[in-house]
DNA sequence: TTGAAAGCGCTACCAC
DNA sequence: GTGGTAGCGCTTTCAA
C-alpha cells in the first residue's frame, strides 16, 4: 500500500541503507548514486514514516512551543516567532532536518501544562519552550521541576521565554525572563513624576509570576515615591483579574467604587488596560484628561485603541525567535543559562497628568 | 535507561500484551490485573512511547491546525477553539487517548503550507484542519488537491475552517466555508442605504479566495445600488494589500490621493481597518463624522479602537471548536461535507452617514 | 482473560 | 562508498 523506504531502495537499486543515508544526508554518498535514490523518492513520491524514523533514532523532529492562550496576541506573537525559527529552515525540501513545532494552548491550567509536557515527553520531543508567567504553587513547581528534568534527561532541549528561571537553576534549561519588576517600577515613576497620588492597580490573576513580579515593581515604585500607604491601603487599590478584556472592565469600577478620586489606573497588560478605558468612558470619563491609565506589552493595536497609553514594550518577536533559536541549538545559551529581556517604557501622551494639575 | 512497557510488563508480572491492552483501554481486562499494571506504571513512572506506538499502530495522535498567521487573533482565535476541542479530552490522564494538536503557521505562503501538510503526512497525523482562505492559483490548488487526496487515502481527516471547499469536492474533506461574499455584500448594502456614494475599498492580498469573496460582494452591493460604475472605476477606488494595520494606513492613503472626496472605506478586515483610521486622523478626518470605515472579523478590540465600526462578525470561536470536533470525528461532517458559516452584520453607530446628510 | 511472537519502517553499526 | 542486518518499543493477530 504505502511507499516504505524499501520500495525506494529497490527502485533505485540501492540498499535501503544508503536511501536512508542520502534522506538524512549525513553520511557520505556518491553523487550519482544519490541522485538516482532522489529520482527514485520523487517517482514514487515517497513521505518519510516520521515514527518509525523516531523510533529507530529515538528522537523526533517535534519541538513543543507551551503558551497559555493561543487567542492572546501576546502570546501569538511570541509562538509565531518562535515557530518561525524552528520550522522556517527550508532544508532540502524533501525530507531534510525541517522541524516541527508544536503550539500547545494550555488555557493557564497548571494540569494541562504538565499534560501537553507529558503528551510531548511521549514523542521524544527534541525540544520544549514553555512561555509565559510560571504558575506559584509550590506543588506544581515541583512536579514541573521534576517533569522537566526528565524531559532533560532525555535529550529535550528545555527553553524558558518571558518565565523566570526553575527555584534550582538546571543547567539543560536556558531562561529568558523578562524584566517584569523593571517595567512594572518604571511605569508607575513615569505617573508618580506626572503628578499622580492616587494610582489603582488592576493586577493580573493571583499566584502567577508576571502578576507578582509586575505589581512588585508598581509597588516598589510607589514606595519610594512616599506613597506606599501600607499593606492594607495597597490591597485596596489592588484588584486581580484574569489577562481578558472583560476583567479590566470590571476591575476599573470596582477600584473607582473604592476610590473616587482615582487620577489614574495601572493595568496589568493591554488588554486589560482597555477594557479600563472603555469603563472610563462608560462613566464618563475621559482618557487621559480625566484619569490617565497605562498597560503592559504594547500589543498591536493598543496605540490605535487608546493613543494616550501609556505602556511597556517587551521585544516579543525578538525573544520568541531567540527562544527558537535556542530550542534548536542554534544559539548559544546566555551564561548561566539565564539572560533577561528588557522592558521599556512607552509613553504616548505628555497629557497623561492628574486633573488637579501636576 | 528509559522505561519500556516491557519494564512494566515485568514488574506487574504479566506480558507486555496485556500492559498494552490496559493502556490503550481496547480489550477488556480483569480488574486486578489492570490495576496491578497500573500501579507499575505510576512505580516506574512509565511514559508511553509515541514513535513506538504510531508506528506499530500505523496512526499517531497529532492533528495539524494549519493557520497562515499565529500573530493575527483571528487565527489565534480559531486555532485556540479547535485545540481545545482536540486536546481538551481529560482521558485517563496517564496514557488515553489525548490528541496533540500542531497549530502550524504557513505565513500565508503556498510552499510552506505544502510543506506542513508533507510534515504532518510524515507524522501520520490523525487529523488536518486547514484555516483561513485558500491561495488561487491553478498550480497549487493541484498540489493541494493531491496531498490532500494522499493525506486522505492514509486515513487522515481532512477539515477546512474558513475556506471554500475543493474544486472537486471529496467526501473525506469536510468544509466550514464562510460566508464570505455574503458578509461583504451586507457591508456595503449597509455603507449605500446611509447614503455613501463614494466608496473606497480596500482589499485583502490577491489570489486569495478570502479576498475574493468578499470583494465580490461589495462590488455586488454597489452594482445592486446603480454604483458599478464601470470595471476601471472599480479598480481606481480599489487598493489590495496585505491583512495588516500598515498595509491600511498606507493603502487609506492611496485611496484619499485618488479620491479626495470618499465618504466611506470598506476595509478587508478589522485590523486592516484600524490602520485606515489611523491615516485618517493623521490627516485631520474624523471617524465616522467625515469618513465612515468599515471593517471584517469582529476581532475583539475593534469596538475600542474605534468604537463607531461597523463590521462584519465571523463566529470564529463557533467556527474553530466545531472544526476540531469533525477533526476528531465527535461531530457528524454536514450534508454533502459541506457547511456554510454565515457572517452577521455589526454596525456600532448610526452617526455613520456621508457628511453632506444622506 | 492472557501470553507468544510476528512485524511496523527506519537507523546505525559493522563489514566489505 | 555501499550493503547486510539487528534492533528501536509497541500493537495485534492467533492460540491457549
Same mark, same amino acid.
Do not use: W
Given at each position: ?120 515527553? *511521549? ?9 509565559? /508567567? ?15 528534568? *526528565? ?13 523566570p ?14 524584566d517584569n519588576l523593571g517595567g512594572g517600577r518604571?511605569?508607575t ?12 492597580y488592576?493586577a493580573g490573576?493571583?499566584?502567577?509570576t508576571t502578576t507578582r513580579h509586575r505589581m512588585q515593581g508598581h509597588r516598589a515604585a510607589l514606595a519610594a ?9 495597597q490591597?485596596?487599590?489592588t ?18 467604587? *473604592? ?24 462613566? /464618563? ?32 518577536? &525578538? ?11 542554534? &544559539? ?27
Amino acid at each position: 500500500m504505502t511507499v516504505t523506504l524499501a520500495d525506494v531502495a529497490a527502485r533505485a537499486r540501492v540498499s535501503p541503507a544508503t536511501v536512508s543515508r542520502v534522506l538524512n544526508g549525513n553520511y557520505p554518498v556518491a553523487t550519482a548514486t544519490r541522485e538516482r535514490v532522489l529520482r527514485a523518492v520523487d517517482d514514487l513520491d515517497y513521505v518519510l514514516n516520521g515514527p518509525a524514523s523516531s523510533l529507530a533514532a529515538a528522537t523526533s523532529d517535534l519541538v513543543g512551543v507551551l503558551v497559555h492562550d493561543l487567542a492572546d496576541p501576546f502570546f501569538g506573537i511570541m509562538a509565531g516567532a518562535a515557530q518561525s525559527e524552528i520550522g522556517g529552515q527550508e532544508g532540502t525540501g524533501r525530507a531534510g532536518g525541517e522541524k516541527l513545532a508544536v503550539v500547545c494552548s494550555t488555557g493557564g491550567s497548571p494540569e494541562r501544562e504538565l499534560t501537553y509536557l507529558t503528551l510531548l515527553q *511521549r514523542q521524544r520531543a527534541a525540544a520544549v519552550v514553555l512561555t509565559g /508567567g510560571a504558575v506559584e504553587d509550590p506543588a506544581h513547581t515541583a512536579a514541573m521541576t521534576a517533569k522537566l528534568g *526528565r524531559l532533560a534527561a532525555a535529550g529535550t532541549r528545555i527553553v524558558l521565554c518571558g518565565r523566570p528561571p526553575l527555584p534550582e537553576p538546571d543547567q539543560a534549561v536556558a531562561a529568558l525572563a523578562f524584566d517584569n519588576l523593571g517595567g512594572g517600577r518604571r511605569l508607575t515613576e513615569h505617573l508618580v513624576a506626572l503628578g499622580h497620588r492616587r494610582i489603582g492597580y488592576i493586577a493580573g490573576p493571583v499566584g502567577r509570576t508576571t502578576t507578582r513580579h509586575r505589581m512588585q515593581g508598581h509597588r516598589a515604585a510607589l514606595a519610594a515615591a512616599g506613597l506606599g500607604g501600607g499593606a492594607a491601603e495597597q490591597d485596596r487599590l489592588t484588584v486581580h483579574g484574569p489577562y481578558d478584556r472583560r476583567s479590566g472592565y470590571d476591575a476599573a469600577g470596582e477600584l473607582l467604587r *473604592r476610590e473616587p478620586a482615582l487620577t489614574a489606573i495601572v493595568a496589568a497588560n493591554d488588554t486589560v488596560a482597555l477594557g479600563a478605558c472603555a469603563a472610563l468612558r462608560d462613566r /464618563g470619563l475621559r482618557v487621559p484628561e480625566d484619569v490617565s491609565v497605562a498597560g503592559f506589552d504594547d500589543l498591536p493595536f493598543s496605540a490605535d485603541a487608546v493613543p494616550a497609553l501609556t505602556t511597556v514594550r517587551l521585544p516579543l518577536v &525578538e525573544a520568541g525567535a531567540r527562544a527558537g533559536r535556542l530550542a534548536m541549538g542554534r &544559539e548559544a545559551p546566555p551564561p548561566g543559562g539565564i539572560a533577561t529581556v528588557p522592558a521599556d517604557l512607552v509613553v504616548r501622551a505628555s497629557t497623561a497628568r492628574p486633573p488637579g494639575g501636576g
